[in-house]
């Protein structure tokens, strides 16, 4: 596992952006930027990463990148990989597909399932700071149970859709779950990901102070507890092979048990109010989840 020392020094993110102090997503870009060297092309939807990039000259990326409609981002990536090879340059740069957890769990699923049953030529990466964030926080198919946002008041009542088992029931190459408090996770997941052909999905989690409703400085902080609790459980599957990686994997290993989703859900201001029926039943999914997890990973 790369070391956070060791990680490339260039930055292909530039210092100076639109995105809220403590965004999640820019901590996560700079390590995928990393990994592929800056030898990519972008293909992104509306979403904070929009707004996070912003606008020519004064962009804060510094490789070429295609803003397209909302559903279309897989097979716009797509289209971009299909230019490429038409023009001979396929091997001169990865096409990397981004966007938040509303632009694929929800409104893009139908272009990403499309490409995956194809087994196009991209990595897919999807950001979850779990609801539409650049339009003021309304819940997506990631949001979790009992968060609130503009349009679930009380509290959501359904637990998240598991995307990246979605994209594995797809039977493509390489899926993987990450998140962007753990950067070296995240770079040797795009590196692996990057020295693969056909579709890559990785879904990374980015805290959101702004939707989530907490302090900027505690977003790494609270991203580990999200992987300490099972919330968020870092793991990849290659070829069908199934492994915990890093701190979950350490979590699987030790007979220190995780951290009680209570103990998370109380540090945010978005599960003010929860009920404990909720968190009890939010506990309840985590742990049945995590035991598949572990009987996978121990390969039964
Ligand atoms: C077809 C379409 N519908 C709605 C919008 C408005 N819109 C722009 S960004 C956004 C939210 C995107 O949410 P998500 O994909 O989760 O990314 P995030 O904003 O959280 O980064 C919405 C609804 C749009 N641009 N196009
Ligand atoms: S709303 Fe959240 S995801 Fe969007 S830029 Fe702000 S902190 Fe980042």
């Given at each position: 596992?790369?070391?956070?020392?060791?990680?490339?020094?260039?930055?292909?993110?530039?210092?100076?952006?639109?995105?809220?102090?403590?965004?999640?997503?820019?901590?996560?870009?700079?390590?995928?930027?990393?990994?592929?060297?800056?030898?990519?092309?972008?293909?992104?939807?509306?979403?904070?990463?929009?707004?996070?990039?912003?606008?020519?000259?004064?962009?804060?990326?510094?490789?070429p990148w295609i803003n397209v409609a909302f559903p279309s981002t897989a097979a716009a990536a797509a289209g971009v990989r299909a230019g490429l090879r038409a023009m001979g340059r396929e091997d001169e740069m990865t096409v990397?597909?981004?966007?938040?957890?509303?632009?694929?769990?929800?409104?893009?699923?139908?272009?990403?399932?499309?490409a995956a049953e194809r087994n196009d030529d991209f990595i897919y990466v999807?950001?979850?700071?779990?609801?539409y964030m650049n339009t003021g926080t309304q819940r997506s198919g990631s949001t979790p149970a009992g968060a609130r946002t503009t349009t679930t008041w009380a509290g959501k009542r359904e637990n998240p859709k598991d995307v990246p088992a979605i994209m594995e029931a797809h039977g493509i190459g390489y899926v993987a779950s990450?998140?962007?408090?753990?950067?070296?996770?995240?770079?040797?997941?795009?590196?692996?990901?990057?020295?693969?052909?056909?579709?890559?999905?990785?879904?990374?989690?980015?805290?959101?102070?702004?939707?989530?409703?907490?302090?900027?400085?505690?977003?790494?902080?609270?991203?580990?507890?999200a992987v300490d609790t099972g919330l968020v459980v870092l793991y990849e599957v290659e070829d069908g092979v199934f492994r915990l990686t890093g701190r979950s994997a350490a979590l699987a290993k030790s007979d220190k048990s995780r951290t009680p989703v209570a103990d998370y859900l109380k540090t945010?201001?978005?599960?003010?109010?929860?009920?404990?029926?909720?968190?009890?039943?939010?506990?309840?999914?985590?742990?049945?989840r995590w035991a598949r997890y572990l009987a996978r990973h121990a390969g039964e």
């Open positions: 596992m790369t070391r956070v020392t060791e990680l490339p020094t260039t930055e292909h993110l530039l210092s100076g952006n639109r995105a809220c102090a403590g965004c999640g997503i820019g901590i996560g870009l700079r390590a995928i930027t990393k990994a592929l060297d800056g030898q990519m092309v972008l293909v992104n939807p509306a979403s904070c990463l929009t707004v996070l990039g912003g606008m020519y000259p004064i962009a804060s990326l510094d490789i990397l597909a981004m966007a938040g957890d509303g632009g694929t769990a929800d409104i893009g699923i139908q272009a990403l399932s499309g999807c950001y979850d700071n779990e609801a990450t998140s962007a408090a753990y950067p070296t996770d995240v770079y040797d997941k795009v590196l692996k990901a990057r020295g693969r052909s056909g579709l890559r999905y990785i879904h990374m989690n980015t805290p959101c102070p702004s939707g989530w409703n907490f302090d900027p400085k505690d977003t790494v902080r609270l991203g580990k507890l945010q201001g978005r599960f003010r109010g929860v009920s404990d029926e909720t968190v009890a039943e939010v506990q309840a999914w985590v742990d049945e």
